[in-house]
């Protein structure tokens, strides 16, 4: 079956300018995760949604970031005025189940999103 | 101190050796850990789970010391393909997952 997709695969923008990224989860996976990772880091936390919750987004760091998920479907990431402190990969995950559930949690990552700020 | 801590590494072995790593956690409440495999430039995977009673698969071994609040992954028989980083995931007591920054396996021939 197809996996998780995140678009676009690159984008180049200037400074300043404002981005949306988009997740297509794996169909039936109730949870949905951001990360960012910038050159040689690890996965940083930016915001997760399971099923009809309202999302966990404490690892967004700045108001100019948020993101936005309709049920158990597609995500959006929206970054703001964007800095050249926010270029990095921004990668997607979803899981069958989510926090504080039994089952599997196992997480599923797109390929991921490559943002470059001017 | 970092909540999952990780060597980064990189760590140079010759194909077919033994090589193992360590990830350390600083929250004894923490539940669930997990290894992940992350290929250059690629998104991260699943490795293994590890059990407290410790867990193998195929070349790698899994264990967790809960009282010195760590876990280990040792690969036996490396391969070429077994370059990567690896990612250590800890869930912890709220349910919410803390990456470590990962390890840089290169082997070698």
């Not at chain 2, 970092?2 to 990189?10: A, H, N, T, Y």
């Not at chain 2, 070349?59 to 990567?84: C, E, G, H, V």
Request: one cysteine or more.
């Amino acid at each position: 079956g197809a996996g998780v997709s995140q678009s676009p695969s690159n984008k180049v923008t200037e400074k300043g300018k404002d981005v949306e990224l988009r997740c297509d989860p794996i169909s039936g996976h109730t949870a949905l995760y951001w990360y960012r990772q910038r050159l040689g880091q690890g996965l940083e936390f930016l915001i997760y949604f399971q099923g009809n919750s309202a999302p966990d987004k404490s690892g967004l760091p700045s108001d100019r970031f948020s993101a936005e998920r309709t049920g158990e479907s597609v995500s959006t990431l929206t970054i703001q005025r964007t800095q050249q402190e926010d270029s990095a990969v921004y990668l997607c995950a979803s899981s069958k189940n989510g926090y504080g559930t039994s089952g599997s949690y196992e997480q599923f990552f797109g390929p991921g999103t490559r943002l470059t700020v001017l | 101190r970092k909540e999952v801590e990780q060597d980064p590494g990189p760590f140079n072995v010759p194909e077919g050796a033994t090589v193992a790593f360590n990830c350390t956690y600083s929250n004894s409440a923490s539940q669930s850990f997990f290894w992940y495999r992350q290929d250059c430039r690629k998104e991260p995977k699943l490795l293994m789970s590890v059990y407290s009673s410790g867990n193998e698969d195929g070349r790698f071994t899994a264990q967790l010391n809960r009282a010195s609040q760590y876990i280990s992954l040792l690969i036996r028989d490396s391969k070429l393909s077994d370059s990567a980083t690896y990612l250590c995931v800890v869930r912890d007591s709220n349910y919410q997952l803390i990456w470590g920054a990962g390890t840089k396996l290169i082997i070698k021939p």
